[in-house]
């Protein structure tokens, strides 16, 4: 069975740092492709990072985030991570973190249930 487990959310002041977790197992880790999205209260889903499959894989950030967070993952660990520095208010959400590949039948993906994270000014 697939597991995606969020942990280290919280409540961290302006200006704070966190860092996320997320815990995979029941699948091939090191074959999925990460992302971290997250949504805010009353708002859509917003992508904010993504790293290939491979250990020091390629990132990408949304614009909101670049330059304040780093995604990164252990393979050896299945474990993917986000630190997030410089926090603001409007980074409040709850993130999840999201297993994908592309396969010939379309996209697998697998997603966690989440966590809080909440700044506060």
């Known amino acids: 069975e697939v597991h995606l487990v969020e942990s280290g959310g919280g409540l961290v002041q302006l200006g704070g740092s966190l860092r996320l977790s997320c815990a995979a197992s029941g699948f091939t880790f090191s074959s999925y492709a990460m992302s971290w999205v997250r949504q805010a209260p009353g708002k859509g889903p917003e992508w904010v990072s993504r790293i290939n499959s491979e250990d020091g894989g390629r990132t990408s950030y949304a614009d909101s985030v670049k330059g304040r967070f780093t995604i990164s993952r252990d393979n050896a660990k299945n474990t993917l991570y986000l630190q997030m520095n410089s926090m603001k208010p409007e980074d409040t959400a709850v993130y999840y973190c999201?297993?994908?590949?592309?396969?010939?039948?379309?996209?697998?993906?697998?997603w966690g249930q989440g966590t809080q994270v909440t700044v506060s000014s």
């Open positions: 999201n297993a994908h590949m592309f396969t010939t039948d379309g996209v697998r993906d697998y």
